[in-house]
């Protein structure tokens, strides 16, 4: 199991930006995946971005892409998801989450979580 420790949620405003960061309490696997899901009052948990560890390839989904960038700093062992331009519809509790070598954005194939972290936009 990897610990994962999640920080940097809140309150804004739609147009601004948050940057949340998730720190690992080891060093990951090359080969791990390293993804952002989402989950809003009555709805799935959903896939945000996600990218290999060992590399930094990334892959986003429609709703986020151009808006939020996924990245690492491997010296330290954090992910961050850096989220600009947020609308309404990106309020929702984030969880970074890790697979161990399966490039996939279906939650339950991710084996370790962070306890999540409140994202609020108002319009």
């Known amino acids: 199991q990897l610990q994962l420790q999640q920080s940097g949620g809140g309150s804004v405003q739609t147009g601004d930006s948050l940057r949340l960061s998730c720190a690992a309490s080891g060093r990951p696997f090359s080969s791990s995946i390293l993804g952002w899901f989402r989950q809003a009052p009555g709805n799935d948990r959903e896939f945000v971005a996600r990218?290999?560890?060992?590399?930094?390839?990334?892959s986003y989904a429609d709703s986020v892409k151009g808006r939020f960038t996924i990245s690492r700093d491997k010296a330290t062992n954090t992910l961050f998801l850096q989220m600009n331009t947020l609308k309404p519809g990106d309020t929702a509790v984030y969880y970074c989450a890790r697979s161990r070598s399966e490039w996939t954005s279906v939650p339950a194939h991710y084996d370790s979580w962070g306890q999540g972290t409140q994202v609020t936009v108002s319009s």
């Open positions: 990218l290999r560890w060992g590399t930094g390839y990334t």
